[in-house]
């Protein structure tokens, strides 16, 4: 009998103290668009347990009205406030946001150390810009890999990160990083990630996967930024192109593809591609092609506000050549996120930032409404549609029971004005309060 006792009151003291251990909050929303696509709700009440959202009520609820909640459960008044889930950006480069002839520099004088920090400093604007979950599309270093780890064990803020390493292209290709330099410095700038030919190209995802990226990105086509004259159009043989996707997939590995010619986006949809980066043009095959695979589109539009106002700046910010792509760039802008989003492609949200500046990746939302979208397609791009991209449906995107508790407040009704997106007055991440200073 004694026995019996004693393992009852074990499990009475654990029980005890695992309840004791359960941190709850209450947050009245005045508006709540818990399921972006979906008519908000007005007055509202959400509880937090922990890490995730518990419940989601109408109303503006007491603890008292939730079983098991402590009486003198905190309350965060938002009721004055638009909540929404905590935006998310599908393509970012927190490394930096130097460009030109300035990150040229960079790349032969920065250390890994000033790196990183710069990264620490830009994920911590990101995520004080209410975007709470993130995908980084290449860097060099592991900085990225280390800092996504890092934010996951509370030693650092910054928004969730999944990480692609390096970034994988052919020989002169956009990420081939001896571009612009002298031969002498090639060995000492070269990317590991550059491969030729199927085989070098599947051992090229392999060393990616072994250095424990959650995604893969390749270049199919040159870049704006590439420092050579080899255009926009495809760089890279279909076998090579199928090679990357296929082994990517082989290891549970989306696939995101770097492409501006139409040539180069219709050879990476047919090779199984999951998303195309930038799409800058657009013909009938890659529609059909789009349709046909369910690939997303992330249309990056806002780099044009960077290259605008490093411009401004500095005429001379960049040399010939990429002066030359970025004036096509800003001229042809939005023409295929217009057709795009007319066809019924699948579009997620996603900024390029690094390449414009960190912090102000709200500014896409105003280019997706300029050039076709309603704010609510926009919001639903940047919380729903990019949950799914990146496979991460069941935790964020939405404030559903069971979610991880990332949310936001604005002031002001992003559903009539989205710039009211560019001024975050509230971030969650977990269920955690981000008292963050806004960049």
């Not at 503006?60 to 998310?88: E, H, N, W």
């Not at 996951?152 to 994988?168: E, F, H, M, N, S």
């Not at 930032?353 to 709200?362: C, E, K, P, Q």
């Not at 009539?416 to 971030?427: E, M, Q, R, S, Y």
Request: proline share 3%.
């Amino acid at each position: 009998m004694r026995n019996r006792l004693a393992s009852c009151l074990v499990l009475i003291l654990a029980a005890t103290s695992a309840h004791a251990a359960d941190r709850y909050l209450l947050i009245h929303a005045g508006t709540l668009l818990d399921k972006p696509g979906t008519a908000p709700r007005k007055e509202a009440t959400l509880l937090i347990r922990n890490d995730r959202i518990e419940a989601v009520r109408d109303g503006y609820l007491k603890a008292a009205d939730f079983d098991g909640v402590p009486a003198d459960t905190s309350v965060i008044d938002q009721r004055a406030r638009f909540v929404l889930p905590g935006l998310i950006d599908s393509h970012v480069h927190l490394t930096s946001d130097k460009a030109g002839i300035e990150g040229q520099l960079a790349e032969v004088t920065d250390n890994v150390a000033d790196i990183a920090f710069d990264a620490a400093v830009n994920a911590r604007k990101t995520l004080a810009a209410g975007f709470t979950t993130v995908r980084n599309l290449g860097d060099g270093d592991g900085v990225i890999l280390a800092l996504r780890d890092a934010i996951a064990a509370g030693k650092v803020p910054g928004p969730r990160i999944l990480d692609a390493g390096r970034a994988i292209s052919t020989s002169a290709g956009h990420m081939d990083g001896r571009l612009g330099y002298r031969e002498e410095l090639w060995s000492a700038m070269a990317n590991p990630a550059v491969c030729n030919g199927a085989d070098d190209c599947r051992r090229a995802v392999r060393d990616e996967v072994a250095r424990g990226v959650d995604v893969i990105k390749f270049a199919s086509t040159g870049g704006v930024n590439s420092r050579i004259g080899a255009g926009l159009g495809v760089q890279m043989f279909a076998d090579e192109a199928k090679a990357i996707v296929e082994t990517a997939h082989l290891y549970g590995k989306k696939v995101a593809v770097h492409a501006h010619g139409g040539d180069g986006i219709n050879l990476a949809l047919e090779a199984g591609a999951d998303s195309i980066e930038h799409g800058t043009l657009l013909d009938e095959r890659g529609i059909e092609l789009y349709r046909k695979s369910g690939a997303w589109y992330v249309p990056t539009m806002s780099t044009i506000n960077g290259y605008i106002e490093r411009l401004k700046a500095n005429p001379d910010a960049y040399t010939g050549e990429v002066r030359k792509k970025i004036e096509w760039r800003i001229g042809i802008t939005g023409k295929a996120f217009a057709q795009a989003h007319k066809a019924g492609v699948k579009i997620a949200f996603g900024t390029d930032a690094g390449v414009s500046l960190h912090g102000r990746n709200a500014d896409e939302f105003e280019l997706m409404v300029k050039h076709g979208m309603s704010p609510a397609e926009a919001i639903k791009a940047a919380t729903v549609n990019a949950a799914e991209l990146l496979g991460l449906s069941e935790q964020v995107g939405t404030l559903e029971v069971g979610k991880q508790a990332d949310l936001i407040a604005v002031d002001g009704d992003p559903l009539a004005d989205v710039t009211v997106l560019k001024t975050v007055a509230f971030v969650m991440k977990g269920g955690s309060e981000q008292r963050l200073q806004a960049p």
